[in-house]
């Protein structure tokens, strides 16, 4: 990720990273935008990363996206729409599986949050993610405003059965 100090106008890097033990057969990345008008926003300069591995007892490859999103609400509005995109473009996800994962900076019952799993719209998109926790554990988070729920958020897309995946 990238950001500049007051003052500065130098691009500083930080921000996520993927890691494998199977082999990495590409990788972008995605220059999130930002409004440096958000009084509610961090400045930082986010991204978010894509890496397709090569997984071979998923059948294949899979798409790895990996974000840290901001502390705005409405920055991450703008930024899973954003996301969403990328990993729902069939020539940029080239996998089996798409997996998201990452510091969202979101509680469950928020509206980007509720747009990556399709429960909710933003200006018209919505999402096809699958929470992996809530499918896992749905009587933990069987409430709206569950608050024992992970805010990390790891989702996936794909047409395999959750038990052939573990």
Known sequence: MSYYRTGDLRRE????????????????YLLLSRDLGDKDGDGHQRACLHAVIDVPHWGGLVDVFT???SLS????????REIWSMASNTSVARGVTQ??????????QERAMKFFTGDAD???DTGAFVDAWTAV??????????????????????DMPYDAMC
Do not use: K, M, Q
């Not at 890097?13 to 972008?28: D, F, K, L, N, R």
């Not at 997996?99 to 469950?108: K, R, S």
């Not at 749905?138 to 608050?147: H, S």
């Open 99 to 108: 997996i998201l994962l990452g510091d969202l900076n979101a509680e469950p």
């Open 137 to 158: 554990h749905p009587e933990v988070c069987a409430c709206v405003a569950c608050i024992s729920c992970p805010v990390t958020f790891v989702a996936f897309s794909c």
């Open 122 to 124: 933003i200006e018209g």
């Open 13 to 28: 890097e930080e921000g996520p990273a993927i890691a494998s033990i199977y082999p990495i057969v590409h990788t972008e």
């Open 67 to 69: 974000v840290h999103l």
């Open 73 to 80: 609400e409405r920055a991450r509005d703008r930024s899973v």
